[in-house]
């Protein structure tokens, strides 16, 4: 198997993803998606660390550049999510999976990995029947739409972070 075991971790850690085509074209998703996560990590500066844990690296299609979305969470979050410098390697990439309790995000990789890894996930995003949609469905992944109000999102979003604390704790 090529999935590296999970490492037991003392302080939860949880990877975000959000590197969706309407976060780089659209000011104000990108806007509620920054402010969405910023609370996050914010409300749980104290027990969680927030990582964003990148997937793609395009040097000529700028929206897909998970390097450029790490900045933008970086800053919109004063530093409380650290982003993850791109791993060279796959393996690399999965040593970065292994380190986390739980993720939460809009890339499908991000979920599937997490699957593997049987860490604890969440999707946020658009709900729909395209694959993230069915993805998430066919493995009880709890899906928080992004089209909801934020105060509902932010809610959610922050049941599913203290359920990885508790995961955490067992």
Do not use: C
Not at 4 to 10: A, I, N
Not at 34 to 48: C, G
Not at 90 to 108: A, D, P, T
């Amino acid at each position: 198997r090529d999935v590296p075991k999970r490492k037991k971790v003392d302080r939860p850690a949880i990877a975000i993803n959000h590197s969706a085509t309407p976060f780089f074209y659209d000011e104000a998703h990108r806007r509620k998606a920054l402010h969405i996560y910023s609370e996050l990590s914010e409300r749980f500066s104290d027990t969680v660390d927030f990582h964003y844990l990148p997937h793609t690296r395009h040097f000529n299609v700028i929206s897909q550049n998970d390097v450029i979305y790490g900045e933008y969470f970086w800053q919109a979050s004063r530093g409380r999510i650290e982003p993850i410098p791109f791993p060279r390697t796959v393996e690399e990439l999965l040593n970065h999976y292994s380190m986390m309790s739980g993720v939460i995000g809009w890339r499908y990789h991000l979920q599937v990995t997490a699957t593997l890894f049987g860490i604890e996930r969440a999707f946020l995003g658009q709900r729909g029947g395209h694959k993230y949609g069915a993805f998430a469905r066919e493995h009880k992944i709890p899906q928080i739409d992004f089209d909801k109000p934020t105060s509902e999102i932010i809610a959610s979003s922050g049941r599913f972070v203290t359920s990885v604390i508790k995961a955490n704790e067992e």
